[in-house]
C-alpha cells in the first residue's frame, strides 16, 4: 500500500506546510522529509527563529523553505481572497491580523497554491 503512496509522490513531488516551525517535532519530520525526494517542508515562522532551534537541537533542514507572514511577498492577494472567501464576515484589517496567525497563515498558503498539504496543531 505505502510504496504505491511513495511511488506516486516521487513522479510528483508534493509541498507540505508546517504551521510550527520551531516545534522540534517538526524539525524533526522536516530533516526526515528532506532525506527522501518527495515531500518538501514548508515551514512557517520567522527563517533566524528556526534554523537556531534546528541547529541547537540537531537537526538538518537545509533545503526546506521557510516562510515568515511577516513579509510574505504575496500577502495582499492572500488578504484579498480570505475577505472574498469570508464575504463580508471580515474586513480588511481582520483578516490581516488573523493572518498573523500561523494555522490560518498556513491555510491560505494551500488555498492559493503555494504548497499541497499543511500539518498544523
Known amino acids: 500500500m505505502f510504496e504505491f503512496l511513495i511511488k506516486k509522490l516521487k513522479a510528483n513531488p508534493r509541498r507540505i506546510v508546517f504551521t510550527e516551525g520551531t516545534d522540534p517535532r517538526v524539525l524533526e519530520a522536516s530533516a526526515r522529509l528532506l532525506s527522501g525526494t518527495f515531500l518538501t517542508p514548508v515551514l512557517v515562522g520567522v527563517p533566524e527563529e528556526i534554523s537556531a532551534v534546528a541547529e541547537d537541537i540537531g537537526f538538518?533542514?537545509?533545503?526546506?523553505?521557510?516562510?515568515?507572514?511577516?513579509?510574505?511577498?504575496?500577502?495582499?492577494?492572500?488578504?484579498?481572497?480570505?475577505?472574498?472567501?469570508?464575504?463580508?464576515?471580515?474586513?480588511?484589517?481582520?483578516?490581516?491580523?488573523?493572518?498573523?496567525?500561523?494555522n490560518y497563515f498556513g491555510t491560505m498558503l494551500v488555498k492559493m497554491g503555494y504548497a499541497d498539504a499543511l500539518l498544523g496543531g
Open 60 to 102: 538538518n533542514i537545509r533545503g526546506a523553505e521557510i516562510i515568515n507572514p511577516a513579509n510574505f511577498a504575496d500577502m495582499e492577494k492572500m488578504v484579498a481572497l480570505l475577505m472574498e472567501l469570508r464575504k463580508g464576515k471580515m474586513d480588511e484589517d481582520q483578516c490581516r491580523k488573523v493572518l498573523k496567525q500561523p
